[in-house]
């Protein structure tokens, strides 16, 4: 087996490989290449010290790599099914974190306990525990300012909606006692942040969230976060709960 940089290879054969790296995963994941370069763009990937392990010269395992300064976030490892309980894992995580900021944080699902070992024999600790969230459900009407947009200036974000990760547009709605980021995609509204300062101005701001679309996705809110039970008592679904780990080397 053989690791080279993720850059080495083009976007398309990153998408393909990155789809099929988590083909029969817990959660599989799809990826064209429009996705994988907006995955690159948006999350800071680093594809020079990214990873791809090679067998016979043929792309049968990914990691990624995101960096932000003195910190490291790993933005998928995907690893093809014939390859899976063999070591290509652990090489490619050996082999990024040997070129990754001396802080590298990740998210993995519970359940995936083999990942999970994996990680922890490599030094990462559990940090949190973090639960994706989708609401299709109709809620009562709620109402909300939208105010010119700017960062919530929260500390400690997941990567995936920290300041730097945000859009360049973005919906910034207000209720008293709190206030959240959400994107339009069409029907669909992601939540990218939210402050509230209880239960209530949580669901105010989902519902009025919720309103302007037909189904809305919450990603990574930290257990006990206001907005979790905002969103059980609005009948959301709690789609997931995800581990997040830190590695300080």
């Known amino acids: 087996m053989r690791i080279i940089a993720a850059r080495e290879l083009g976007p398309g054969e ?39 392990a090679l067998r016979g010269g043929e792309p049968v395992g990914i990691v990624l790599l995101g960096v932000r300064g003195a910190r490291g976030w790993i933005g998928g490892l995907g690893v093809v099914p014939s390859e899976r309980r063999g070591g290509t894992g652990r090489a490619l ?47 009562p009407p709620a109402t909300a300012s939208e105010v010119e947009p700017h960062p919530l200036a929260q500390a400690g974000l997941p990567w995936q909606r920290a300041d730097a990760s945000l859009p360049p547009a973005y919906v910034r709605l207000e209720v008293d006692g709190g206030a959240a980021l959400i994107q339009e995609r069409g029907p669909h509204i992601l939540v990218l942040q939210l402050a509230a300062r209880d239960e209530e101005a949580a669901a105010r701001l989902l519902a009025a969230a919720r309103g302007r679309g037909e189904r809305l996705a919450y990603v990574n809110v930290p257990e006990g976060d206001p907005a979790s039970a905002a969103l059980r008592a609005l009948g959301g679904t709690l789609e997931l709960r995800q581990l997040e780990l830190e590695r300080v080397g």
């Open 14 to 52: 990153l998408a393909a490989l990155f789809t099929a790296g988590y083909d029969g995963y817990h959660l599989p994941v799809s990826v064209d290449e429009t996705a994988l370069v907006w995955m690159v763009e948006t999350w800071d990937i680093d594809l020079a010290r990214s990873r791809v």
């Open 93 to 139: 995580m050996e082999a990024v974190l040997a070129e990754a900021p001396p802080v590298v944080g990740l998210e993995v699902i519970g359940e995936n306990e083999p990942a999970v070992r994996l990680y922890e024999s490599l030094g990462f600790r559990r940090t949190r525990l973090l639960e994706v969230w989708s609401l299709g459900a109709e809620v």
